[in-house]
């Protein structure tokens, strides 16, 4: 039975949300022919200015760059390979930029472009000059618009889809909501235009999405679909951040302090946002180093664990020692990202190493009392870990548990 009272709460937060990024997918800002849709892109800022009037920092998360260099390059639908995507996101994200700028100046409002590539989160010092930016242009009163850098993102390193960019962006500002704005006005059991789907207002918690099916195929100018949305707010709601997925047509209404409500005023009559799905934090919140690790960082190596292994770092969490490595890949120092893999090639956790690589061929498969004094230390300490478990190889699930 949903809990009406919860959902009012995680809906009084997004409401209320200091500092907030709001991410549009593409299909939500081009026109049916395709190229941008000047009307829709206007409203969309309309909403979020509204919200910076309020006294929220809001940080823009926006795609479209693709899709808005179709009709300049004379193509008429997304085109597959990676080349003609930079191509068209190089011409695309032109014009986006100078759209944002003209239609958020309707607001007094300063815009600042900020593209980023994958490195600039998943490598820590990165990640830090990032935050610097962000808190630079947020101090200004500017509104960050963010994209990945398609132009020279290659196939390896490439994030490809925005959602996730947009819940490592919500982390790394230190946002207390993180709303999803895309075709459609909410979450459902399955594909909307099936009869038999049925509409959910509040998901509590990662098992709630237990037989929804959600789609990871996008629009015909979108990627990723509803699956890529569903990753992004679990691994926001992981990090303590409530997330509102809703229409970007009801950006307005999204972004609304809440119906009734006064800033000053938290009383009964604050709503917050009515619209959409929403998502509520998790009570234990992952500290910003672990989110880091699970989520953004870059494994430089892995190490493969016997069974006992295993079974030690993911049932009862302890760290890992010598004893249990059997094989060690790649080229790393003490304080790297590695993933810990089993032996059938799943990665069952990620760590912070706390050997290089080149002691521990000499040291894996021993006990600790076996070695001199100066290696008789964990190789990754429990509180250097997160379990994770996905395949080795294989992409993503479609709705991952964070
Ligand atoms: N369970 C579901 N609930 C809602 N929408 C779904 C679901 N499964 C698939 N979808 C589809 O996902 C689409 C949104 O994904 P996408 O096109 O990638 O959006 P965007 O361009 O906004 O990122 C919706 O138009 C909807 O048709
Ligand atoms: N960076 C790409 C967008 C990729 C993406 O995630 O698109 P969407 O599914 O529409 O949010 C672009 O600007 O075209």
């Known amino acids: 039975m949903p809990d009406a009272g919860a959902e009012r709460a995680t809906r009084q937060a997004v409401g209320r949300a200091r500092v907030v990024v709001v991410k549009v997918g593409s299909s939500s800002l081009t026109t049916a022919l395709g190229g941008l849709d000047p009307s829709r892109l206007d409203g969309l800022v309309d909403a979020v200015a509204g919200r910076v009037r309020q006294g929220s920092q809001v940080v823009l998360v926006s795609s479209g760059a693709i899709a808005a260099g179709l009709a300049p390059l004379g193509l008429k639908r997304r085109p597959r390979d990676l080349a003609t ?75 490809g889809d925005n959602d996730r960019l947009a819940a490592l962006v919500a982390h790394l500002v230190g946002a207390q909501a993180l709303v999803l704005l895309s075709d459609v006005d909410s979450l459902y059991t399955g594909h909307p235009a099936l009869p038999s789907s049925r509409r959910i207002g509040y998901v509590p918690d990662a098992a709630a999405l237990i037989g929804v099916s959600a789609d990871a195929r996008g629009s015909d100018v979108g990627t990723g679909g509803m699956a890529s949305k569903l990753t992004s707010a679990l691994t926001a709601t992981g990090a303590g951040i409530p997330v509102l997925l809703a229409s970007a047509g009801q950006a307005a209404a999204a972004l609304a302090v809440g119906a009734g409500s006064d800033p000053a005023d938290r009383s009964d009559t604050d709503t917050g946002p009515t619209v959409g799905t929403v998502f509520a934090p998790a009570h234990r919140r992952t500290s910003a180093r672990l989110f880091w690790l699970r989520h953004a960082a870059h494994p430089v190596g892995s190490l493969v664990l016997d069974d006992g292994a295993v079974a030690a770092v993911t049932g009862r969490r302890k760290s890992l020692l010598p004893a249990g490595i059997t094989a060690v890949r790649g080229d790393f120092g003490s304080g790297d990202v590695v993933e810990l893999v089993s032996g059938d090639g799943t990665v069952v956790a990620r760590g912070f190493v706390g050997h290089d690589s080149t002691e521990l061929p000499a040291i894996m498969g021993r006990s600790l009392s076996a070695l001199p004094e100066e290696l008789q230390h964990e190789v990754v300490h429990a509180d250097d870990l997160v379990v994770v478990t996905e395949p080795a190889t294989a992409p993503a699930p479609s709705i991952p548990g964070v």
């Open 85 to 159: 995507q930079q191509a068209a996101a190089s011409v695309g994200q032109q014009l986006l930029a100078e759209r944002y700028a003209v239609s958020f100046a309707r607001h007094d409002l300063t815009v600042g472009q900020v593209l980023l590539t994958s490195d600039d989160v998943v490598r820590r010092a990165h990640y830090r000059n990032a935050q610097r930016t962000f808190g630079k242009l947020l101090s200004f009163g500017v509104v960050p618009v963010v994209n990945e850098n398609d132009t020279v993102a290659t196939a390896e390193i490439r994030f």
